[in-house]
């Protein structure tokens, strides 16, 4: 079974549109969560950070917020979404400090037109 | 100014061929560079990781070169094979307080047949 688990795959949305991604953790308790983004053909620019149920940390400002309102869940969003946004959003989760290893979700792919 | 950098955007090599990625870093404090392995439309995943202490990690074909005094370090992969065509991301973090793990912009891999 697939410890992490985001959705949605796939998103199109519009210029100033509302966002929300989300992203669940199974089988481990009490894991670091985070949140990278990657442009197409990119690197990968990490957003947030959660190391605790209803703490967040954000490392870039984008224009985006991120919330952890349960262990194992992770969620992403926007009220009004940029061109910039466009690109693929990854969850990954970490049981040990300091990102030793992270393990990364299949991604969602947002476009913004 | 890119905290960790990889020279080559792209690499094409042989199959049965060593291939070698580079890689540098700015920070002094970096002691943990994780090589990631992503493959298109997936999330990145660990492959290999090396801690400042050591010059030199191998797990089978992958081996990690380090140079501390240079702030380098160097992936090899001996006798490559088509399916490790990939994009390959070089990252480092600061085990002292850090909870942001930096990623390079890629090395694009094609090994051809």
């Known amino acids: 079974a697939q410890t992490i688990h985001q959705w949605p795959v796939a998103e199109i949305k519009a210029v100033g549109s509302p966002l929300s991604l989300g992203c669940t953790i199974k089988g481990k308790s009490s894991p670091n969560l985070y949140w990278y983004w990657q442009a197409t053909g990119g690197t990968l620019q990490q957003l947030f950070y959660s190391i605790t149920v209803g703490q967040v940390e954000s490392v870039v400002q984008l224009n985006l917020s991120a919330s952890r309102p349960k262990d194992d869940q992770f969620i992403l969003s926007t009220e009004k979404l940029l061109l910039s946004h466009s690109g693929f959003y990854l969850c990954?989760?970490?049981?040990?400090?300091?990102?030793?290893?992270?393990?990364f979700g299949s991604g969602t792919r947002l476009t913004v037109l | 100014q890119q905290q960790v950098r990889q020279s080559s955007q792209s690499l094409t090599v042989w199959e049965g061929e060593t291939a070698i990625l580079n890689c540098s870093y700015e920070n002094s404090a970096f002691d943990y560079f994780p090589w990631y392995q992503q493959f298109p439309g997936e999330g990145p995943a660990l492959l290999i990781a090396?801690?400042?202490?050591?010059d030199k990690k191998e797990d089978g074909r992958f081996t990690i070169f380090f140079n501390k005094r240079e702030k380098n370090l160097s992936l090899h992969i001996k006798d490559s094979q088509p399916g490790d065509s990939a994009t390959y991301f070089c990252a480092a973090s600061a085990s002292s307080g850090s909870w942001q793990l930096i990623f390079g912009s890629g090395t694009q891999l094609t090994v051809m047949p």
């Open positions: 090396i801690r400042s202490v050591s």
């Open positions: 990954a989760w970490s049981l040990l400090r300091d990102t030793e290893t992270l393990y």
